[in-house]
């Protein structure tokens, strides 16, 4: 049979087998209204921490559901160690970019403020509700970690060094990607993307200088920001990644 | 000096140097007010046939600008030989999937009719100018051929054998991609994406028998039928595709 996928959601509270929970009014509508879901059909539910449980539907009100936990579907996996560091975008760019990096396993996402980003603000609600909807959707048993906007500096100056950052450079003065991720593999990684603009002269001289940057081109054409965010980490996962596992059910 | 991309139109007209031609009222539209050129300003335009040409706004009409052609700037390349094959999605959906595919590299669209397809109809006059503005941004010289919707039957009746059909399973019961490639690379390929839905059993089962297919996986996570063309291009196109050339200028 073809992979189906359940109707899963992400909730706060703890999950155990017999628990009892209580949905928010948006997850109410999202099963009833949107999924078509009745009293006593099953769902799962995940929180991050606890894996995957079977869930029923044992009160469908209108402005809040109960459900009742059954067993566990999945336990709980590491959460992978991918980051994403993106300029910031328009609003219509940065929501799509979010989503895909979630279904991507991008495990932290760090907006950066660099010199020729146009957007200096981020609504981060709105995009925590994308990454929620993104993991559920996904099969993810994590929601990745959403950061507040740093200037392109302070990221720097907070860096970890043991974490290597795959700088995608659209000079075209770099080597491609799939042979410069030869260097980084088994490093906790980060991808980096820079503004639609581009990065400014001087941000482009300090990355290079930088013993953890990892400096990969994107092939011949030029990629929207959004674009070369989506392309290089379906490398990264498909390269030394973990695209080499398979699904889990 | 940081990557600027020069104002790029594409163009049916036959190119030489001296020529003059005539823009279209949308081209002189977004000339003028979009990019706020002017009488003397210069731009770079492109046919798909006779490479790139510089080009200087002679006549700066409000619905037509004339344009003389000075140098050749870049010759014409080989267009590549990567399609994608794609189940037809919700608009918003497949617009992205149009322009990505061609910032990409993909030289022939072919969209297709599954038995899960909820889009009937495609647009195609739509997803047409959605290409040639990628083309334009992505400093592409050819535009993709969009070829008229077909159901998988049809598509697979006249395919071609000598083509490779990168067929993106997501039942996750097929190898990774960038192992699985390593089977297609030197031979012309194309990708395949199935509906939100996934293919029917009948469907799969006639893919898995085809000599021509070579089924990949994309990684332990469920993606959208976006999401998954997008990440399988750009895996293509790192390990056995364009990306190991160079930007050419």
Redesign the interface.
Known sequence: ?????MTRIFVESDLAPGVSLRTTAGQAHYLLSVMRMKRGDTLAVFNGRDGEFSARIAEAGHRVCTLELGERLRAQRAKGNLWLCFALLKRARVD?LV??AT???VAELHPVITARTIASRANLDRLRANTIEAAE????LTVPVLHEPVTLADLIAGWSRGRRLIFCD???QSP????ALKDVAGAPCAVLIGPEG????SE?DLLRRLPFVCAV????????AD?AA??????V???I????????R
């Not at 581009?198 to 002269?201: E, T």
């Not at 990644?241 to 889990?248: E, L, M």
């Open positions: 049979m073809a992979y189906r996928k799509y989503e895909k279904e991507l396993g959707q996904s099969e993810r659209e000079t075209g491609p990607i799939a042979a581009g990065f400014a002269d482009l081109g994107l092939g011949p054409r030029v990629l929207r674009t989506l392309a290089a980490l379906a490398v996962q498909a390269v990644g973990d695209w080499s596992a398979t699904r889990s």
